[in-house]
């Protein structure tokens, strides 16, 4: 890559621009390091190669006598979920997460398709991403709200820490995970609503 394109790689304020409605890997790639404490170092010749190397602190050792075991969250009954991601391999996780726990899954592939399926059917939640092609997440969750206010609207998203650390919650959206997400996470946003 060029060395304006590699600067422009390192910078996480242009890193942060929508291109054609979806971010950019790298202003999700910054994101993560952000929450981390980590970096990342960029070296290219333009016509050679590329190395990107990602750079996280170790992790503290903590001193303990004792590791107590971990707190499982369960919701408490089998829910109906509608997932809008554009993402097949996200889709495809969350349907093994949501299956594992009983719950009736669905997916779609963007905002619009979502729904769709959301008018013609009965769902307890909407978990969907926020940067998604034809309507993005933001946009749903005010869609689902007019239709059905009482349905539960989860937002995944890569800048999910930044947005709860900036108490920023978009209109029509009930909770936010962060994208990387956890079967864990999961289990708290849904037992929560």
């Known amino acids: 890559m060029s060395e304006s394109v590699r600067i422009r790689c390192l910078d996480p304020n242009a890193c942060l621009v929508p291109k054609n409605g979806r971010l950019g890997g790298y202003g ?9 404490g980590g970096k990342i170092e ?7 190669g590329t190395r990107v190397v990602i750079i996280l602190p170790a992790a503290a050792k ?19 979920i509608l997932i809008a991601d554009d993402e097949p391999m996200i889709r495809e996780v969350l ?7 009983n719950h009736t899954v669905e997916s779609a592939a963007d905002g619009r398709e979502a729904l769709e399926k959301f008018k013609k059917g009965n769902y307890d939640i909407v ?7 034809e309507m993005n997440g933001d946009e749903l969750a005010v869609a689902v709200k007019q239709h ?3 349905v539960p609207v989860v937002l995944l998203t890569g800048f999910g820490e930044l947005m ?30």
Request: hydrophobic letters at 35%; proline letters at 6%.
């Open 148 to 150: 059905r206010p009482n």
């Open 28 to 36: 999700i790639v910054h994101g993560i390091l952000d929450r981390h």
């Open 95 to 101: 349907e093994m997460y949501l299956s594992e726990d």
């Open 62 to 80: 903590k001193e303990t006598t004792a590791v107590a075991p971990a707190k499982i969250v369960e919701t408490k009954k089998s829910l109906r």
């Open 127 to 133: 978990l969907t991403d926020r940067s998604m092609p």
């Open 42 to 48: 960029i070296q290219s010749e333009e016509g050679k």
């Open 164 to 193: 709860k650390a900036d108490g920023e919650k978009p209109e029509g959206v009930d909770a936010i995970i962060s994208k990387p997400f956890t079967l864990d996470s999961l289990r708290g946003a849904l037992a929560n609503l």
